[in-house]
């Protein structure tokens, strides 16, 4: 059996995607902060698609907890043949001028973290010739968004091209993709739609197609791209807007 280790999975875009590896006969690993929204959230896909997922419960921006996922998936018994690096997010006060408190914690969220769990579990990932995502952003394109958020963010994407040349001898692929403006319960686009209509429609009518993107969508073009048969996926970085940027 395969496995597919999904960081900050209990709800929105890493829910979505663990949800569709699921639908591919791939046992999901969610981890997220909360054991209850965890629980939820592995029922639900148990009930569409009849596999248990593995949850862990535990906020990897803390410095001991990735290296507790790594035992925790190791005492499992298990290897997981596909990692999606979907934890990330806004930091409190990350706005004009960022102190430095919130640069290194916008870095740990949606940077450090991911690179780290890399490190930890390489040896692993190696012998199941894994697969390795990094979600990032288009605003690493457009440079509009907090500049907290914005320069952690666009730090995957040299992270991608160096690793994909040295990882790529031994098994490995890496890749990046870069949704727009996801749209999903919670998402920020969500909250929008209910606290800023205005703002919410001023971005709303630079889409393409009158939408968002919808995080589903964005999920099973990730899956997809796990399941080809096919190394040239390598180093890539995908935008995922609907031609927007």
Same mark, same amino acid.
């Given at each position: ?9 209990? !709800? ?28 939820? #959230?592995?029922? /639900?896909?148990?009930?569409? !698609? +009849? ?9 990897? @921006? ?33 706005? =004009? ?16 973290? &991911? ?10 990932? =190696?012998?199941?010739? #894994? =697969? ?6 288009? &605003? ?22 160096? +690793?994909?040349?040295? /990882? ?39 889409? @393409? ?5 919808? &995080? ?7 899956? !997809? ?21």
């Amino acid at each position: 059996m395969d496995y597919a280790l999904i960081t900050g999975s209990s !709800s929105g875009l890493g829910y979505c995607i663990a949800k569709v590896f699921a639908k591919h006969g791939i046992t999901p690993i969610l981890t997220g902060r909360d054991q209850a929204s965890l629980n939820r #959230a592995a029922n /639900f896909i148990q009930r569409e !698609s +009849a596999l248990n997922p593995i949850r862990f419960a535990g906020n990897l @921006t803390d410095d001991s907890i990735p290296m507790a996922l790594h035992r925790f998936i190791c005492d499992q018994g298990i290897t997981p043949r596909y990692l999606v690096h979907n934890l990330g997010g806004g930091i409190q006060g990350d706005c =004009k001028n960022p102190p430095l408190c919130v640069l290194r914690k916008s870095f740990r969220l949606n940077f450090e973290v &991911s690179i780290e769990i890399n490190s930890i579990f390489y040896d692993d990932l =190696k012998k199941t010739s #894994a =697969k390795i995502v990094h979600i990032g952003s288009t &605003s690493s394109l457009h440079h509009d968004a907090p500049p907290s958020y914005l320069t952690s963010k666009s730090a995957i994407l040299p992270y991608v091209k160096n +690793a994909a040349r040295s /990882f790529a001898k031994d098994g490995l692929t890496i890749f990046a993709v870069l949704p727009g403006m996801l749209d999903h319960p919670g998402s920020y686009v969500d909250r929008l739609r209910i606290g800023d209509p205005d703002r919410h429609d001023r971005f709303l009518e630079k889409m @393409t197609y009158g939408q968002f993107v919808p &995080s589903i969508e964005v999920a099973h073009y990730i899956v !997809s791209l796990c399941l080809v048969e096919s190394n040239m996926i390598n180093g890539s970085i995908i935008t995922i807007d609907g031609g927007v940027d």
